[in-house]
């Protein structure tokens, strides 16, 4: 699997285009915004799109989703809970932040579940359920690759006080990325890539989760 990020938006979220360059097909991970700067990547890369990941619904992560949806004909994955911000621009916009007008609602294609798998562009992605940040809040693992959204940044955590959030939900979710066997390299929905050796070592909101907290259920 190739990688390519693109940094998009009014927050610069990440958006990440991961493809098999022999076949030349291609999935997309979180179309945050500037959806022709997306397909202009894609098409450079001369790539058959037939799937977009959204680790979840929040607006910065889906603003460029109907434009890509319509240009590419790909399916739409989100985790089932998160699943209506996509139709309802109350629920993703966060109004504070962005004014609704600027979405064009779209209907998922397929609504994820915690250990689902799914095969992309020759890569096999396995659903991480990782509530906190939004209640389906996902986490894709290749194995090798682990796209964390907004729930793992490399110093940091993500926020856990806008609607739907829960702070005791984030630490079980980190918990469980922490205790992944074997390193990944990952690809977070802002700031820098890393590794998850590097994330056990060095963020603080990891190296401070005790062995077990009951009040995280």
């Known amino acids: 699997m190739k990688l390519r990020q693109l940094t998009v938006g009014p927050v610069r979220t990440n ?8 076949a030349r097909a291609g999935f997309v991970v979180d179309p945050g915004d500037d959806a022709d700067a997306i397909l202009r990547e894609i098409d450079a890369l001369s790539l058959k799109i037939g799937h977009i990941f959204l680790t979840h ?3 910065d992560h889906i603003l460029a989703l109907a434009a890509l949806k319509e240009a590419t004909g790909a399916r739409v994955y989100i985790h089932a809970a998160d699943a209506p911000m996509l139709e309802n621009p109350a629920l993703s916009m966060l109004s504070a932040f962005m004014d609704s007008r600027f979405y064009t609602p779209v209907r998922a294609d397929v609504l994820l579940h915690e250990g689902d798998v799914i ?3 020759g890569t096999a ?3 991480l359920h990782t509530p906190g940040h939004t209640p389906g809040s996902v986490c894709f693992d290749t ?3 682990l796209f964390t959204g907004d729930t793992l940044f490399a110093s940091s955590c993500g926020r856990t006080d806008f609607p739907g959030g829960d702070f005791r939900q984030m630490r079980a979710s980190l918990r469980r990325l922490a205790s992944l066997p074997g390193d ?6 802002h700031e820098r890539g890393f590794s998850l050796d590097y994330a056990r070592a060095h963020n603080p909101m990891l190296r401070t989760l005790p062995a077990r907290d009951d009040s995280c259920g």
């Open 125 to 127: 992605l396995t659903v």
């Open 119 to 121: 095969s992309a562009a």
């Open 184 to 189: 990944r390299s990952c690809s977070p929905g």
């Open 143 to 145: 194995g090798s690759c």
């Open 15 to 22: 958006c990440y285009i991961a493809y098999d360059d022999a």
């Open 57 to 59: 619904g929040h607006f």
